[in-house]
């Protein structure tokens, strides 16, 4: 019997998911809002100190990740590089600092917590791939594609090796994509290299990049929270809920703005999961995640643009929302408690070794061609 909690870092919130590999049961299904986090990040360790058993593993938030290693284990510069932001951000406190402060006390917790790789550190990911880039999926992104993993081979009762998809990611932040081959992540499109999400305008482009660079004196992450569906649409996302934006959208008397938002964000779905397409010829299925896929007629809306799109390409794949065990917490705390099940021997060891995870390797920035003055201050600033 193995006992294992998984923790996922999201926009909104950060939930944490627990369970018994012997008789199913849930242990912990809890998700705490991300800005009392960032206030008191002790809350979420003090949380899964409540849970009234021995745990043998937990996978902690980490960012945009460090090769599979026990937290205890972790530099504090593999920390600092995997949650990198500048003084000015720190000074801040955007939701990043809490993540961080919560890396370095788990470092420093008895609890036997490891912290997991983002895409960029896969070895299952070919390096022409990885040329200079940095989120082709935070690590909990790959939280989501374990999920699929597991969702997929229990669906049609295949072997982890056999399973082959694209998952979709639409949160409340970002939208990102992954590709899965034979039960290994292949590819990935990161929330801020992708298309348009809710909250984040995805890939910048790069004469906006320099645009912005000689124009804002303090480039800050925060502009990565914007450009969005939200800021096209003009909505305030804590008066608006997600299911009135869609309502908006969808209804009878729309709204321009919105419905040219919700358009956007439509068709930057289409155009990921179209970039993976190269990498993953024909997946099995294309599966669904993130907040917005609890709601219906969003993915009504999604599935209905993708068989179209598919359809024409002659890729027979079907199309879904990726199952969750839990009531409350989001499919990535799910694959992050699957990944401490496997580290821990449990069931889904052999998931784990597929996956090739704890064969990580590499940092943020390893992967970045540009002239090694630059990269070099690059890892000075932000891997010290």
Excluded: C
């Excluded at 940095?134 to 997929?152: C, E, L, N, P, R």
Aim: hydrophobic content about 40%; aromatic content about 8%.
């Amino acid at each position: 019997m193995v006992t294992a909690v998984g923790v996922d870092p999201g926009t909104r919130s950060m939930d944490i998911f627990g369970f018994d590999d012997e008789t199913g049961e849930v242990i912990i299904d809890l998700a705490i809002p991300r800005v009392e986090v960032t206030k008191d990040p002790q809350i979420v360790l003090d949380a899964i100190r409540e849970i009234d058993r021995d745990i043998d593993a937990i996978i902690g938030p980490s960012g945009y990740g460090l090769p599979m290693v026990k937290a205890s284990e972790a530099t504090d510069a593999k920390i600092n590089a995997a949650t990198f932001i500048t003084k000015a951000d720190a000074e801040k406190r955007l939701n990043i600092v809490g993540l961080r402060e919560l890396m370095f006390l788990m470092k420093k917790s008895s609890l036997n917590i490891w912290f997991s790789p983002g895409v960029i550190h896969l070895p299952t990911v070919p390096e022409h791939r990885k040329v200079n880039r940095i989120d082709m999926g935070t690590a909990d992104k790959v939280f989501t594609a374990v999920s699929g993993i597991k969702d997929q081979a229990e669906r049609y009762d295949i072997d982890y090796s056999r399973t082959s998809f694209i998952i979709l990611e639409i949160g409340f932040g970002y939208t990102a994509a992954l590709g899965v081959v034979k039960g290994k992540i292949v590819d990935g499109v990161g929330g801020t290299t992708g298309g348009l999400g809710y909250m984040g305008m995805g890939g910048m482009d790069g004469e906006l990049a320099y645009a912005l660079a000689n124009t804002i004196h303090d480039f800050s992450k925060l502009m990565f929270f914007t450009g969005g569906a939200v800021s096209v649409s003009l909505i305030d996302p804590h008066k608006v809920s997600i299911e009135e934006f869609i309502g908006l959208a969808r209804g009878s008397e729309q709204n321009p703005t919105v419905k040219l938002a919700y358009s956007a964000m439509l068709e930057s779905i289409i155009k990921d999961a179209y970039l993976l397409l190269s990498s993953v010829r024909k997946p099995k299925e294309l599966l669904l995640s993130g907040r917005f896929t609890r709601i219906d007629a969003f993915v009504q809306d999604v599935t209905s643009i993708l068989q179209d799109h598919l359809g024409e390409l002659g890729i027979n794949a079907e199309i879904r929302t990726l199952k969750r065990t839990g009531g409350t917490v989001k499919e990535a705390a799910e694959g992050a408690a699957i990944i401490a099940n496997g580290i821990a021997g449990g069931r889904y060891e052999r998931l784990i070794e597929n996956m090739e995870l704890r064969k990580s390797s590499g940092g943020v920035f390893s992967h970045i061609y540009l002239d090694t003055a630059v990269k070099e201050r690059i890892e000075e600033t932000f891997a010290r």
